[in-house]
């Protein structure tokens, strides 16, 4: 019995360990370094893993834009899983674009690793403290919406259903 309740505590334990963002040190299209930490500073963040020859991907940065534009205190932050070979193209269809977000590059997929993303696009929110309150893996029209319903929940424009 003692045995079982180690084991159900340890994977209680687990679970919650995996629901925080690990902190990263990843470059942007300038070749600074940013943290994870330093985006949490202003609020509440959302994590989009994606890929230049990713068409889901593409499609869902105007909406990704949209709550970046109209949430003054997220921060959109736009990670790019390109090999080292492709990204100039990313970096030069981003700077194409008007976006209101970060764009870091993982390009040894070093953090997509710990988090498990294989494909993107895989969309992450997480609250002020770095805690992952939201996962979507994929794009479809319409996904916006929840992203938008979590984004309010963080900051308290919304209250949860109970």
Same mark, same amino acid.
């Given at each position: 019995?003692?045995?079982?309740?180690?084991?159900?505590?340890?994977?209680?334990?687990?679970?919650?360990?995996?629901?925080?963002?690990?902190?990263?040190?990843?470059?942007?299209? =300038?070749?600074? !370094?940013? =943290?994870?930490?330093?985006?949490?500073?202003?609020?509440?963040?959302?994590?989009d893993f994606w890929a230049d020859y990713c068409k889901?991907?593409?499609?869902?940065?105007?909406?990704?834009?949209?709550?970046?534009?109209?949430? !003054?205190?997220?921060?959109?932050?736009?990670?790019?899983?390109?090999?080292?070979?492709?990204?100039?193209?990313?970096?030069?269809?981003?700077?194409?674009?008007?976006?209101?977000?970060?764009?870091?590059?993982?390009?040894?997929?070093?953090?997509?690793?710990?988090?498990?993303?294989?494909?993107?696009?895989?969309?992450?929110?997480?609250?002020? =403290?770095?805690?992952?309150?939201?996962?979507?893996?994929g794009y479809e029209p319409g996904v916006e919406a929840?992203?938008?319903?979590?984004?309010?929940?963080?900051?308290?424009?919304e209250q949860e259903a109970e």
């Amino acid at each position: 019995m003692k045995n079982l309740l180690l084991i159900i505590l340890l994977l209680a334990c687990g679970l919650l360990l995996a629901d925080a963002m690990p902190e990263f040190r990843l470059p942007d299209e =300038t070749g600074k !370094d940013v =943290t994870l930490q330093s985006r949490l500073e202003k609020g509440p963040v959302m994590i989009d893993f994606w890929a230049d020859y990713c068409k889901p991907c593409k499609d869902a940065m105007p909406k990704l834009n949209e709550l970046a534009v109209k949430y !003054d205190t997220l921060t959109v932050v736009m990670i790019s899983i390109d090999a080292p070979k492709n990204l100039a193209k990313a970096k030069s269809y981003m700077k194409s674009k008007d976006y209101k977000f970060i764009t870091l590059f993982d390009s040894d997929k070093s953090l997509a690793k710990k988090l498990g993303v294989v494909n993107p696009p895989h969309s992450f929110i997480m609250d002020k =403290t770095g805690e992952i309150v939201y996962s979507h893996i994929g794009y479809e029209p319409g996904v916006e919406a929840e992203y938008e319903h979590q984004i309010k929940l963080l900051l308290g424009l919304e209250q949860e259903a109970e």
